[in-house]
Structure formats: structure tokens, C-alpha cells
């Protein structure tokens, strides 16, 4: 197991007075008539538009409803959120655990650059799926009694609760180095780093637990799953295809922001984006392979060949060939051959 990691650089010197700390960690060195200025670009008009309608949305749920705003009823309870919010939110949000424990339990220092940015975009999503749920829950100022009053241990949602809530804690912690370094406050980063280990180590417990539970959920609802997707294997499937979409976000991630900020890059610490990547590619490629025989495993137990020729069978074939085998085999060419197009 490799040594305590150092999940910061050098901290810098903090700023000498409240305007300039203001001016140089909150307004990005700018004055706050350019701090605004610069907000003002075509890009944030998306997220802007998301707010204008999703703040009145809120409102009207938190007024009238869960069932009035989203049609869902007792009969029907579950909507596109599961999907869109708890299932794929957490998925994609699988990259923090995944480098953390690639380079700190398993001792491949050369993804070490890829760790912040992972670990910031787990953060990132498991706070706003902490967020969406508390709309999606029909009481969420109630969120407090999984957590302390009712011990559910039989319950696949406890289970759920318990792990998503102390992951965002951990993932929280985990980025406190990079915070304490923004803040220049030197020894509160390095008791920080002193835990990262330990820290580390109990986040991929946790998330072992609740990506794998996630799927749990799904084989009580064997009456509304066709018989196609439904297996007694899905809590695996969703732990490993949670591997697959961290690796794949890192790669998209990291690809996107060496584009914006390549200028910004230590010369006297050049990182290896292209040997990463096809890294990254290469594990992937096997993740990828492993996943798409153990759901061909499942098919063949589930013994259901009848159901091919069908409707959804075809809609099975494309998700097995489409969406699991041909990602495989690209990821896999490209990091035989380095082709980084190919990867991406």
C-alpha cells in the first residue's frame, strides 16, 4: 500500500488584508464590476435558463406536491429521476473513488494528476444528487430519520442513505488539501493530509456498498423490469458499469480542461496527458469487456432466447452491441494503437 498521500502542492501565502483576500480568492483577482463582467458570457446562458425554469419548478413541488409535479402516484413511483438523477448521477460520479484508488491503494503514481479533478467531480456530483433528492423525496425534512432515529438494517434504502450520506462526507473531506491550500491556511491542510489515507480507504468501502446497492433496488421491482434486463446479478452490473463511466468521465474531464487551461500548466511539472489517457483507455477497455460477458452470463441463466426476436429484443442487442461491445473494442484500439481521437 503506498505511503500517506499528499493530495495538495505548495500552499501560497495568504492575502494581508479582508478586500484583498476578497478580491483574490472570491472574485478571482477581479474587482467586482469585472467579476460580473466576466459572468456574462453565451455559455452561462444555459445554466441560467436551467435556474429560470427549474427555481419556479421547485417551488410549484415544494407548494403542491411531489405527485403534482411529476404525475408519479403510489402505483407508478418511480419516474425518469431514478434514472436521470440517483443512478446516472452517481455513476458518473464514480471517477473520485476509482483514481483515488488507483493511485493510493494500488500505487500507480501516474494518474496522480488525474486524482483532483476526479475527486472534485465526485464531490460535485454527490452533492447535487444530495440536492436533487432532497426534492424527489416526499418529506425531505424528514431526511434526518434514516440517518439517526430509524435503523432500517433490512432496508436496501437505508443502506443507501447511510452510504451516500457518509461518501459526501468523505468526498468532502478528501478535497479539503486543495481548499486549505486556496486558503493558504498551511497546517489545516496538513492535518487534512495526515487522514487522507484512511479517508481514502473508506470511501471505496463505501462506495463498493451503496453503487452495488443502488442495483438492489431494482430486483425488488422484478414486476416492472423486463425479464431481458432483470437479473439477480444487476447490483454487480451497476458497481461495475459505475467503474466504467468514472474512467470515461476522468477522460472526458481531463481532455476539456488541458484544452482551457493548458497555459496554466507548471513547465517545471509537465504531466503526460496522452500516456494517461491511453492508460485510463486500456483499463477501461478490460472493465468494459468483463461487463459485457458477465451480462452475457446473466442472459444465459435467465435462459430467455425466446424473447430475442422480439421488440425488446433488438433493443437488448443494441445496448449489448452498441452501447457495452463497440465502446469496448474502440477503447481497446485506441490504446493499441495510441490513437487519443480514437479514445475520446
Given at each position: 500500500?503506498?505511503?500517506?498521500?499528499?493530495?495538495?502542492?505548495?500552499?501560497?501565502?495568504?492575502?494581508?488584508?479582508?478586500?484583498?483576500?476578497?478580491?483574490?480568492?472570491?472574485?478571482?483577482?477581479?474587482t467586482l464590476p469585472a467579476y460580473?463582467?466576466?459572468?456574462?458570457?453565451?455559455?452561462?446562458?444555459?445554466?441560467?435558463?436551467?435556474?429560470?425554469?427549474?427555481?419556479?419548478?421547485?417551488?410549484?413541488?415544494?407548494?403542491?406536491?411531489?405527485?403534482?409535479?411529476?404525475?408519479?402516484?403510489?402505483?407508478?413511483?418511480?419516474?425518469?429521476?431514478?434514472?436521470?438523477?440517483?443512478?446516472?448521477?452517481?455513476?458518473?460520479?464514480?471517477?473520485?473513488?476509482?483514481?483515488?484508488?488507483?493511485?493510493?491503494?494500488?500505487?500507480?503514481?501516474?494518474?496522480?494528476?488525474?486524482?483532483?479533478?476526479?475527486?472534485?467531480?465526485?464531490?460535485?456530483?454527490?452533492?447535487?444528487?444530495?440536492?436533487?433528492?432532497?426534492?424527489?423525496?416526499?418529506?425531505?425534512?424528514r431526511l434526518p430519520v434514516p440517518?439517526?432515529?430509524?435503523?432500517?438494517?433490512?432496508?436496501?434504502?437505508?443502506?443507501?442513505?447511510?452510504?451516500?450520506?457518509?461518501?459526501?462526507?468523505?468526498?468532502?473531506?478528501?478535497?479539503?488539501?486543495?481548499?486549505?491550500?486556496?486558503?493558504?491556511?498551511?497546517?489545516?491542510?496538513?492535518?487534512?493530509?495526515?487522514?487522507?489515507?484512511?479517508?481514502?480507504?473508506?470511501?471505496?468501502?463505501?462506495?463498493?456498498?451503496?453503487?452495488?446497492?443502488?442495483?438492489?433496488?431494482?430486483?425488488?421491482?422484478?414486476?416492472?423490469?423486463?425479464?431481458?434486463?432483470?437479473?439477480?446479478?444487476?447490483?454487480?452490473?451497476?458497481?461495475?458499469?459505475?467503474?466504467?463511466?468514472?474512467?470515461?468521465?476522468?477522460?472526458?474531464?481531463?481532455?476539456?480542461?488541458?484544452?482551457?487551461?493548458?497555459?496554466?500548466?507548471?513547465?517545471?511539472?509537465?504531466?503526460?496527458?496522452?500516456?494517461?489517457?491511453?492508460?485510463?483507455?486500456?483499463?477501461?477497455?478490460?472493465?468494459?469487456?468483463?461487463?459485457?460477458?458477465?451480462?452475457?452470463?446473466?442472459?444465459?441463466?435467465?435462459?430467455?432466447?425466446?424473447?430475442?426476436?422480439?421488440?425488446?429484443?433488438?433493443?437488448?442487442?443494441?445496448?449489448?452491441?452498441?452501447f457495452v461491445l463497440a465502446p469496448?473494442?474502440?477503447?481497446?484500439?485506441?490504446?493499441?494503437?495510441?490513437?487519443?481521437?480514437?479514445?475520446?
Amino acid at each position: 500500500m503506498a505511503n500517506t498521500p499528499d493530495l495538495a502542492g505548495t500552499a501560497l501565502p495568504a492575502p494581508t488584508t479582508t478586500a484583498a483576500w476578497v478580491r483574490d480568492k472570491i472574485l478571482m483577482g477581479y474587482t467586482l464590476p469585472a467579476y460580473v463582467k466576466s459572468l456574462l458570457q453565451p455559455i452561462n446562458a444555459i445554466p441560467a435558463a436551467i435556474l429560470a425554469v427549474g427555481i419556479p419548478v421547485l417551488i410549484y413541488r415544494f407548494r403542491f406536491g411531489l405527485g403534482a409535479a411529476t404525475n408519479l402516484s403510489q402505483t407508478s413511483p418511480w419516474g425518469l429521476w431514478i434514472g436521470l438523477d440517483v443512478v446516472s448521477g452517481v455513476a458518473l460520479a464514480a471517477g473520485g473513488y476509482t483514481m483515488a484508488a488507483t493511485v493510493y491503494l494500488f500505487g500507480l503514481k501516474k494518474y496522480q494528476p488525474m486524482v483532483r479533478p476526479a475527486v472534485l467531480t465526485g464531490f460535485l456530483g454527490y452533492l447535487f444528487v444530495v440536492i436533487g433528492l432532497l426534492a424527489d423525496l416526499g418529506s425531505p425534512w424528514r431526511l434526518p430519520v434514516p440517518v439517526f432515529l430509524s435503523f432500517g438494517t433490512i432496508s436496501v434504502m437505508f443502506e443507501v442513505a447511510w452510504c451516500v450520506c457518509l461518501y459526501s462526507l468523505v468526498l468532502a473531506f478528501e478535497f479539503l488539501p486543495p481548499v486549505f491550500e486556496w486558503l493558504g491556511w498551511s497546517k489545516a491542510r496538513e492535518f487534512s493530509i495526515r487522514f487522507a489515507l484512511p479517508a481514502i480507504i473508506l470511501g471505496v468501502v463505501l462506495s463498493t456498498l451503496h453503487q452495488s446497492s443502488l442495483g438492489a433496488l431494482f430486483l425488488m421491482a422484478k414486476d416492472k423490469i423486463h425479464p431481458l434486463w432483470y437479473s439477480p446479478y444487476i447490483p454487480i452490473y451497476f458497481f461495475i458499469s459505475s467503474i466504467i463511466a468514472g474512467l470515461s468521465m476522468v477522460i472526458v474531464e481531463s481532455t476539456l480542461s488541458h484544452r482551457a487551461f493548458h497555459d496554466q500548466l507548471d513547465p517545471d511539472a509537465p504531466v503526460d496527458l496522452d500516456g494517461i489517457t491511453t492508460g485510463l483507455a486500456r483499463g477501461a477497455a478490460i472493465v468494459l469487456f468483463s461487463y459485457f460477458f458477465l451480462k452475457l452470463q446473466g442472459f444465459i441463466d435467465g435462459w430467455r432466447w425466446d424473447l430475442l426476436p422480439t421488440k425488446y429484443g433488438a433493443w437488448f442487442l443494441v445496448e449489448m452491441l452498441g452501447f457495452v461491445l463497440a465502446p469496448a473494442l474502440l477503447f481497446a484500439g485506441g490504446a493499441r494503437r495510441g490513437n487519443l481521437a480514437l479514445i475520446r
